[in-house]
């Protein structure tokens, strides 16, 4: 079993808890043991990193200093294209001296501090390049019927010279997944667009307006649905379709899939 | 990388260290042309943005332009600059810019306030829990409100007073 710090962030524990189900239900199947954290909100990369950068850095090494266990940190699976990219990209500003010091100054007061970074891994990352494809197919019990188009999302590759990822403008893990599930996947145009999520509360209109090239591609393929790997893109596009199905002729609704949804249902758990 | 903390340097100081940061720029626009806000906002350019930055006389002349806050933060442009040029994070530092002299957009200011009153940015409500009991999922775990108050309280206030040594 591999011990890993389960960090939920604030949306899929609130909003869309089947997906923290799911985890639980996959985790012992893949040889997990996931454990729970106190933790604070990441916090999203996007307003609170807008509002004030040395704030967002803070409140994230907070959470890395929540899984020191002493000096063998746990590593940190996020479910979350938000909380990986913002965990993540703490630790690697904070392998530079004089910021580590400086935050670890103002998490001095609350008795932690961050001795050693952990590893911070986004749960697609970590289902190809730790447990491998072949074991999640020895799990597979039931093959899927869907034809499903993809959204990976900004904050899974990008910045990718930060992030370490290998092909930003191709991802294909979850490509390789669904593959194993017997998804049929069905691709479109506009795979790699933005869906417009951070401008969602400070320019709705403009969000919308971004989102509607994102959706319009989908709909033109048809496809069962689409599988995704980020709470804050499903809020954005489950809401935005809502009111841009009305208007738009071009854009019809679909439904949304969680990987780990999809996982557990092929691994015969019934949600 | 640039440095994290725009709040530790003075404002001119700032100006310069973007100019020197994006000098390079040899408009080519290529990050034009993979910005996802240009292709339905006119605008919103990030080369003319660029250009605009290294024309300004100072970062309130900056601050002024309603664009500041019209980035989707996807990223492409940084990742599309052949000359290294990191415009997303410029927007960052420009929008930190423009909430300390509180320009900031109304969602910003409820987020934020939410995050100081909840300690997190969408805070847990009847129906929440109502659907993790359905669920049979444990309680969620959270941090100690007073903590993570006094937490954001020192940062914040850490800028200003770091601030105004500098001004000093
Ligand atoms: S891509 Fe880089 S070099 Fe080209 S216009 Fe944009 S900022 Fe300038
Ligand atoms: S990060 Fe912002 S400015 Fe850059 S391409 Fe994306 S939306 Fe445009």
């Given at each position: 079993m591999t011990k890993m710090a389960l960090f939920l962030g604030?949306?899929?524990?609130?909003?869309?808890?089947k997906v923290e189900k799911a985890m639980r239900l996959i985790a012992p199947k893949l040889g997990l043991e996931l454990v729970d954290f106190p933790f604070?909100?990441?916090?999203?990369?996007?307003g609170v990193k807008s509002a004030n950068e040395l704030l967002w850095l803070t409140l994230a090494a907070r959470n890395l200093a929540?899984?020191?266990?002493?000096?063998?940190p746990l590593p940190i699976l996020a479910l979350c294209n938000g909380c990986f990219e913002t965990l993540k990209m703490a630790a690697i500003k904070l392998q530079d001296k004089q910021t580590l010091a400086l935050v670890n100054d103002l998490l001095k007061p609350d008795g932690i501090e961050i001795k050693k970074l952990p590893e911070v891994y986004h749960v697609l990352d970590f289902l190809i390049k730790e447990v491998g494809i072949d074991k999640i197919k020895e799990q597979v019990v039931q093959s899927l019927d869907l034809r499903l188009s993809i959204h990976y999302g900004c904050h899974y590759t990008k910045p990718s010279n930060l992030l370490g990822t290998e092909k930003p403008d191709d991802p294909y893990f979850m490509h390789e997944i669904l593959e194993v599930l017997g998804v049929e996947i069905q691709p479109y145009l506009?795979?790699?667009?933005?869906?417009?999520a951070a401008l969602r509360f400070v320019n709705n209109d403009l969000a919308l307006e971004v989102l509607k090239e994102k959706l319009t591609s989908i709909s033109a393929v048809k496809p069962d649905g689409v599988a995704i790997v980020c709470p804050t893109c499903f809020e954005a596009m489950d809401r935005g379709q809502k009111i841009l199905s009305r208007k738009e002729e071009s854009i019809q609704k679909t439904e949304f899939f969680f990987l780990e949804e999809l996982l557990a249902k092929s691994m015969g758990f019934d949600l | 990388m640039v440095s994290i903390v725009a709040a530790q340097q003075g404002r001119e100081e700032i100006l310069d260290r973007l100019k020197r940061e994006l000098y390079v720029c040899f408009e080519c626009g290529k990050c034009s042309g993979s910005c996802v806000v240009f292709r339905v906002k006119?605008?919103?350019?990030p080369r003319l943005f660029v250009s605009s930055i290294l024309e300004a006389s100072s970062i309130d002349e900056i601050l002024e332009?309603?664009?500041?806050?019209?980035?989707?933060?996807?990223?492409d442009c940084t990742e599309r600059c052949d000359q290294g040029i990191d415009f997303t994070h410029t927007l960052f530092e420009l929008k930190n810019l423009s909430t300390e002299i509180g320009k900031q957009p109304q969602a910003i200011k409820e987020e934020l306030a939410t995050l100081h009153a909840t300690g997190r940015t969408s805070p847990i409500n009847a129906r929440a829990l109502k659907k993790r009991e359905a669920l049979d999922l444990p309680e969620i775990q959270v941090p100690d409100l007073e903590a993570i108050q006094g937490l954001i309280d020192r940062v914040t206030s850490y800028g200003t007073s770091e601030k105004k040594v500098k001004e000093e």
């Open positions: 604030c949306i899929i524990p609130t909003k869309v808890p604070s909100c990441c916090p999203d990369p996007t929540l899984v020191q266990n002493g000096d063998d506009e795979e790699r667009l933005c869906c417009g | 006119d605008d919103m350019n332009d309603e664009n500041v806050w019209s980035c989707a933060i996807c990223y």
